[in-house]
């Protein structure tokens, strides 16, 4: 069940970065015993800073390992736990916020998901913009110190709750968010370059084979990556979703068997990976606007 709702969460809202609004539902510094806490998942986003001391979050199936210094961000919807490994504690920076001012939080408890009655239209959406990666995508950061700074004084303005506090964290969360984005842009390109030669190779591969089944799953699989992740990858490299690559291989090798060779189009449908000459003649159809049978015979005339 967990990993069903892993998939789910957190749901996502297409917003240019001017629309974000974020509102702060908690902010403060807090120091915990070692030891694991329970396993939850929250209606809206966490940052949660070590300030001193070693922690642990386990998430997706992963255990993120945090040393003072570092955060993690925990999305809304995600089940993950939180454990402290350094003896006798650890000190945090922890901050709950929604991307959008969109959830009503009156106490602590609203934020923490009661699993017996689950309230499905509370969980806060994360922000997604064109070209920015999602901040939940790479979970740890180690942020820079004036990010830090930025959310000392977001605590500060929270805990002391002058005239105006609203809107001073909601600037503050702001530029923490950009810090945290643009430390994530960096991580991928250089996680695209450090995967980039063996993705190369892999699509050398699907060129040379095409009939070869390539689902995401097979290609995700290859890269050693998840299938968001390789997607992501696969995209920045050819412009294009893997899906659609296999595709446009498939298509190009079936254009040039019609134009060179005499195999019926039944077996080029199954060459370039489609054993079913219906489906195979409708995709032609749609992709070059004839049929196979037509387009060999256009080929030869010209």
């Given at each position: ?46 940052l ?8 642990a ?8 390992r ?22 006798p ?93 643009r ?62 690559f296999?595709q446009?291989?498939?298509?190009r ?28 003649s ?21």
């Amino acid at each position: 069940m967990e990993a069903a709702v892993d998939e789910v969460y957190p749901l996502k809202r297409n917003a240019l970065l001017r629309d974000w609004s974020p509102s702060i539902h908690y902010a403060q510094f807090q120091r915990m015993p070692a030891g694991a806490l329970a396993r939850r998942r929250l209606y809206d986003f966490e940052l949660l800073f070590v300030s001193q001391g070693e922690a642990a979050t386990t998430m997706r199936g992963e255990r993120y390992r945090l040393e003072a210094g570092q955060l993690i961000v925990l999305p809304a919807g995600v089940f993950h736990q939180n454990e402290v490994v350094s003896r006798p504690d650890a000190r945090f920076l922890g901050i709950h916020f929604d991307f959008f001012d969109e959830l009503d939080i009156q106490t602590e408890a609203d934020m923490v998901v009661n699993e017996q009655n689950v309230q499905q239209e509370k969980f806060a959406r994360e922000g997604c913009a064109e070209g920015m990666p999602l901040l939940s995508m790479h979970p740890v950061y180690t942020p820079s110190m004036p990010c830090i700074q930025l959310m000392e004084q977001l605590v500060q303005e929270f805990t002391m709750r002058s005239p105006g506090y609203e809107l001073a964290c909601k600037a503050l969360m702001q530029q923490i968010l950009v810090h945290l984005l643009r430390m994530a842009i960096a991580e991928s390109l250089s996680q695209a370059s450090q995967h980039s030669g063996k993705l190369m190779e892999l699509m050398a591969r699907m060129e040379a084979n095409p009939a070869l089944e390539w689902t995401n799953a097979i290609i995700a699989e290859g890269m050693e990556l998840s299938l968001d992740h390789t997607a992501k990858l696969f995209k920045q490299a050819a412009g294009m979703p893997p899906s659609e690559f296999v595709q446009s291989i498939r298509h190009r090798e079936a254009r040039r068997l019609l134009r060179e060779s005499e195999l019926p189009v039944e077996r080029i449908g199954e060459a370039v990976g489609y054993p079913d000459i219906h489906y195979f003649s409708r995709l032609f159809r749609k992709l070059e606007g004839i049929s196979p049978r037509e387009y060999r015979k256009l080929a030869r005339i010209l």
